[in-house]
Structure formats: C-alpha cells, structure tokens
C-alpha cells in the first residue's frame, strides 16, 4: 500500500527539501509554459525540475496545474451544446 | 480554429475594435473552465462571471505576457487562477485558523504504522523514538508562525491562500516561511544523526 500517512508525508517533505525552491509566484510565472511541455510529452523533470518540484510540494499550484492542464486538454474536445448552430 | 499568435491577440485586444477577439477569446475561456471546474460546484452563471473576472485581468496584465507558450494557454492560466481563487474562498470562508490549530506542537501526528496490528513492534518503537524526536525538533527549531502554518496547511488542508490570508501575509510568502521550516528541520535532523534513507525507510513494512 503506496499511500502515506500525515507523518510520512511530511517526513517526506522535509528530508527532500532543497536550497533552490522557487515560490509560487516565480512558479505561476512558468506554468503555461510546464503545461505546454507536458501536453508536448516533453521531460518536464529535465526542462523546469524547479517547477516540477514546486508542484510536487504547494497544493494550491498543483490544484490550477491540474485544473489548467484539463482545460488545455479540453480545446480538443465539440463545442458544448449551446455553441452548436440552431 | 483559432490561428492567432500572440502578437495578434495582443494587438486586437488592445486595439480600437477588441469585441470580436474579446469574444473569441471569452468563449475559448468558458469552453476550458467548463471542463476544468466539472469536479467543483459551480453553476454556469459561475463560470461566466470567471471568465469576465479573467478577461479583465487578462486585458489588465497584457503586458506581461512574453510568448513563453501560446496566448491562449496563458490566458486560460490566468482564468483558471482567477476561478480557483474565487472557490477556494468560498470554501473555506467559515474557517478560522483556530479551527484547525487545536492541537499544539503536532501531537495528534501518529504514523499509520503504529496503529497496524501486523506491524513489527520493535520497528514500532523506533518510529516511535524518531517521531517523538521530529515533534521535539519542530518545538525547538520552528517559529510560532511556522508551526502554525505547518499545521494549518499540512494537518488542517486548508489552502496556502486562505492560511496565508489569516496570517496577515500572501502565498508566496507563506510559501518561502514554510521553505525555511522545512529546511530548519532538515539541517537539524541531519545534525541529530537522522539521515534521509534511513528516516524514510523506518516507514516502510516489510
């Protein structure tokens, strides 16, 4: 079973910590540009491991990572229903 | 099928007849939120206001964009934080950080390992000893501020914005504090002997 308690998970996270952490403006500031190389299948962890790590640790920019990624993701799929010609 | 680059984009929305980019624009912006926010209780009339509240701060920090990716997914990023924002506020608009911060000094923190009937019981003791040190390490090391803030986010799941809201301060910064915790934390473990492998590994069963 893979799923860590409180504890592990920040254990975790402080044994992992590194000097070179950005914040979340500095990382807000790359994140269209990380969506795009993931979208890409690019290596993510070799072209901005700074924001990879970022989003690893901070919920909040996970959460509008995750939430961008879909829809990006979604300029793929019809038009909803009220856009669609009478 | 939207062929704009970014210098046109930026060109029309800021031009002397921006409507018809506005309105592409805005209806590319409600098409990604739709499907971003369908986990989330939102209502359309939700979804619109976050995509007039993104135009607007779009329209705003123009400026700022610099063709690092296209327009389009930088102005979808700019909506989505703008939604994300608005909800996580309304979510967690009756917390206070009292409500969260019961208990003090992280005590209420008990590895599942301890509670699991299978688990070896000496490895049990060792978990034990190195928590008791991790908890007394975090009394020693972390500010009252960082403490507060570890428990807040990490224990009580509230969302760094808000937590950083009721501290008087802004995420980033709320970020860069716990940063600097955790990186306290993290010498000091290493100075008690407690090396990374060794305090990951005490976790795992066998």
Known sequence: MDIQSPIQQMVQMIVSTRSDEIGCDECFEQLDRFAELVLAGKNTAEALPLVLDHLNRCPDCREEFEALLVALQSTTFPPRPQYLPT | MNTKTGEEWCAQLSG???????????????????????????????????????????????????????????????????????????????????????????????????????ADPGQSAAVQMMMATVQRIIAEELTERQRTAMMAV???????????????????????????????LQKRMMQEGMTPQEMLSMFEQG
């Open chain 2, 154 to 184: 990490m224990q009580g799941g509230m969302a760094m914005q808000e937590v950083a809201e009721r501290m008087g301060t802004n995420r980033n910064a709320l970020y860069k504090l716990l940063h600097d915790g955790r990186q306290r």
């Open chain 2, 16 to 118: 002397l007849a921006p409507d018809a980019a506005l309105e592409e624009l805005r209806s590319l912006l409600l098409h990604g939120l739709h499907f971003a926010l369908a986990r989330y209780n939102v209502t359309e009339s939700d979804l619109e206001d976050f995509v007039q509240d993104g135009l607007v701060k779009i329209l705003k920090e123009l400026s700022s964009y610099r063709g690092d990716a296209s327009f389009t997914t930088w102005a979808q990023k700019v909506c989505v934080r703008v939604a994300l924002t608005e909800l996580r506020r309304r979510r967690w608009r009756d917390v206070s950080l009292d409500d969260l911060v019961t208990n003090s000094e992280m005590s209420d923190f008990t590895p599942e390992v301890l509670t699991d009937r299978s």
